[in-house]
């Protein structure tokens, strides 16, 4: 008795056909990382300059400045003259650089509002840079999921096959 079967489930798991299949799963999770990187790069990119053309940076004295240094952190009272010559005057926490004595570096919104500064060119590059990892990490996985299934979907069939002949020929003995 012959188990004609047996080479559909060898076939499909002999070691040459694991490396090609894991060098398409490799090229696979790059192609798509890369795909998904440009994407969010390019979103990134022009959510900074919406940012920027919203918001704008500004010299603001620092009025109840009680220490030597200001601290990034700290709530401080700060005043500021817009384009237009008219003063502000708010509580913020400092999270601009100090400029020099008593003035800090601040970005504000078009209603003179204190705001948080844009993303830098490091912050895009990061966030593209995760987003290339994440997307290859979920393909590397549904890839590796897809072939998973196609194993044991191949090894049902396999001993399916194997049950059949095994029926064909009967039991010896009995």
């Known amino acids: ?46 959510e900074v300059d919406d940012y920027l053309a919203t918001h704008r940076q500004i010299t603001a004295t620092v009025l109840d400045d009680h220490e030597d240094r200001v601290t990034r952190g700290a ?3 700060v005043a500021w003259v ?3 010559g008219a003063r502000h005057v708010t509580t913020t926490r400092l999270i601009s650089d100090r400029v020099s004595d008593g003035r800090i570096r601040l970005w504000v919104d078009a209603d003179e509002k204190p705001a948080r500064p844009p993303l830098d060119a490091p912050g895009v590059l990061i966030g593209s840079l995760l987003a290339w990892i994440a997307a290859g990490c979920v393909a590397w ?34």
């Open 1 to 46: 008795m012959t188990l004609q079967s047996a080479g559909q489930w060898f076939h499909t798991a002999g070691p040459l056909r694991m490396t090609r299949s894991g060098v398409v799963r490799a090229a696979i999770a790059v192609l798509l990382g890369s795909v998904v990187a440009l994407a969010a790069h390019r979103s990134l990119s022009a």
């Open 75 to 77: 709530t401080r009272q």
């Open 82 to 84: 817009d384009e237009r």
């Open 141 to 174: 996985s549904v890839s590796g999921l897809v072939r998973v299934s196609r194993h044991a979907w191949t090894a049902r069939r396999a001993v399916a096959g194997w049950d059949r002949e095994w029926r064909r020929h009967g039991t010896p003995g009995r």
